[in-house]
């Protein structure tokens, strides 16, 4: 039995979320940190997995993804 509702992945670093609303808090949370205006470009959802691409003013992207479950595949 899993004891979080799902992960986070960006870059090299997968953390675990324990409300539907946190992977999107710790995502802005992030980005606001950069310090650049930012843009959503890419929201993909499958049911299994969610893939959300941001873009920098500076045209650099950030990936984010949410696992609902624990096959990363």
């Known amino acids: 039995m899993q004891d979080y509702y799902c992960l986070l992945t960006h870059g ?20 606001k940190s950069i310090n650049l205006s930012y843009k959503q470009v890419f929201n993909k959802c499958d049911g299994k997995m969610q893939v959300i691409v941001y873009q920098y003013s500076t045209l650099y992207m950030e990936t984010f993804i949410i696992h609902r479950t624990r096959d990363l595949q």
């Open 12 to 31: 090299f670093k997968t953390e675990k979320c324990y409300t539907p609303n946190e992977p999107f808090e710790k995502i802005e949370s992030y980005l």
